[in-house]
């Protein structure tokens, strides 16, 4: 079958354009507005809010993969490490040994890991990752992002940048943020400062 150069070109654009769109639903990107949080970025690409800057994360409650109830509110006066990942995405395969890696490291420590898994149709996949990488902490379930839309203040999380890891203080406050996968370094810098702080 023979094409037009005009067919050709429509057909073009059409892949490029779909290629892009998949890679940036996984990729990393910036927020967009930021809701009134003061972010500062950092040379590692960790964006961190000073202590007397910091807002409080929303009302973050839900059934995990396993059928069980999380409320973040029952981890108050514990630092919470929170992972936005879909089963789907390649960073979220790429950094998960890390995540789980420094969630075992720290958790004597007072800090616990959260995952909230989202864009996934059902349970299956998102159990299989989780079984692949052998992860030690709960991620709640939130196949349509709503959880999140209305968990976190706007502009906080991107659905469209997965995955996203946001450190939480023992006041229930946002401190630092993080788009794109990270490796058990980058997590440390966004942990080690709020276990300093009292």
């Known amino acids: 079958m023979i094409f037009s150069r005009r067919a050709r070109t429509v057909a073009l654009t059409v892949t490029v354009t779909l290629g892009s ?30 202590a007397q800057e910091r807002g409080p994360v929303g009302r973050i409650k839900g059934e995990t993969l396993q059928r ?3 409320d973040l509110a029952d981890l108050r006066g ?12 390649p960073p979220c395969r ?8 420094v969630a075992k490291e720290v958790k004597a420590k007072g800090v616990e890991f959260v ?10 996949r998102p159990q299989a990752f989780e079984d692949d990488f052998d992860i030690s902490y709960p991620s709640l379930y939130d ?18 940048a997965l995955p996203v890891t946001i450190a939480v203080d023992r006041k229930g406050n946002i401190a630092a943020r993080a788009f794109g996968a990270l490796d058990d370094t980058k997590l440390r810098r966004m942990i080690d400062p709020l276990l300093k702080e009292s």
């Open 68 to 70: 069980e109830q999380l």
């Open 115 to 124: 995952g909230i898994n989202t864009r996934d149709d059902d349970r299956l």
């Open 21 to 50: 769109l998949a890679l940036s639903a996984c990729g990393s990107g910036e927020s967009g507005d930021r809701g009134g949080t003061h972010y500062v970025m950092g040379a590692d690409g960790i964006e961190t809010v000073a």
């Open 143 to 160: 196949p349509t992002g709503k959880l999140l839309l209305s968990g976190f203040p706007k502009g906080t999380v991107n659905l469209q």
């Open 78 to 89: 514990k630092v919470v490490v929170i992972n936005v990942w879909g089963s789907w995405c």
């Open 94 to 101: 790429a950094e998960a040994p890390y995540l789980n890696k």
